[in-house]
């Protein structure tokens, strides 16, 4: 596609469901990222995922988190058991190659834990 | 701290100043990325530049680089109300973490 495409925008859930956060990355790129932003602060890494090679989960805050990457292209964000603090937006990017090069980010998907 | 700590975190310009940010970061890093988020949505590039490269132009942005201070700095000259929004810089460290490393930001308001 022309740009990074995340679903859904916005999504309020309750405490203690599980959720799926969806993105399709720009055709053609090897390199995808997931990251946190919480109202009005900067982005805390989740993870990266880099062609076929082990992802760097090193981000991931708990093992509540979890994410995957299916064909080298589409990638969901699963949160299970979610909790209030999980609050925030969830911004997926991709490049072209590893990083080093440009990142490009989707639109984000709004999660609001209540 | 983080890698990557902008400041100020916050600046009000009147519309026709410049506006500096400033960005220190702490490992080594093969560039350094500065990036623009509106209304905390996706962000968006803005300019790279390497760690062998000092200074870099692109339109009324002006970066620079001191590696030796770990240090970076945003210029937007002749602000526009349309330059109203937060900053980021990203860091891609020269080991460990393949991903880029942001800072906290710096929200810029320019008042018209």
């Known amino acids: 596609g022309a740009g990074v495409s995340q679903s859904p925008s916005n999504k309020v859930t309750e405490k203690g469901k599980d959720v799926e956060l969806r993105c399709d990355p720009i055709s053609g790129h090897t390199a995808l990222y997931w990251y946190r932003q919480s109202l009005g602060q900067g982005l805390e890494f989740l993870i990266y995922f880099q062609g076929n090679s082990a992802p760097d989960k090193s981000g991931l805050p708990s093992d509540r988190f979890s994410a995957e990457r299916t064909g080298g292209s589409v990638s969901t964000l699963t949160i299970q058991r979610t909790q209030q603090e999980d609050s925030a937006v969830y911004l997926c990017?991709?490049?072209?190659?590893?990083?080093?090069?440009?990142?490009?980010f989707g639109e984000g998907s709004w999660l609001t834990v209540v | 701290s983080q890698q990557g700590e902008e400041d100020p975190q916050a600046l009000s310009i009147q519309e026709g100043e410049n506006a500096t940010m400033n960005c220190s970061y702490k490992t080594s890093i093969n560039n350094l990325q500065w990036y623009r988020q509106n209304s905390g949505r996706g962000l968006v590039h803005l300019i790279l530049i390497r760690s062998n490269e000092r200074e870099k132009h692109s339109g009324r942005l002006r970066v620079t680089l001191d590696t030796s201070k770990k240090s970076s700095s945003l210029l937007i000259t002749a602000s526009r109300a349309a330059d109203t929004a937060s900053y980021f810089c990203a860091t891609d460290q020269d080991t460990g973490r393949r991903a880029l490393t942001f800072g906290s930001g710096t929200r810029l308001q320019v008042q018209p």
């Open positions: 990017a991709s490049s072209r190659t590893r990083a080093g090069n440009t990142i490009y």
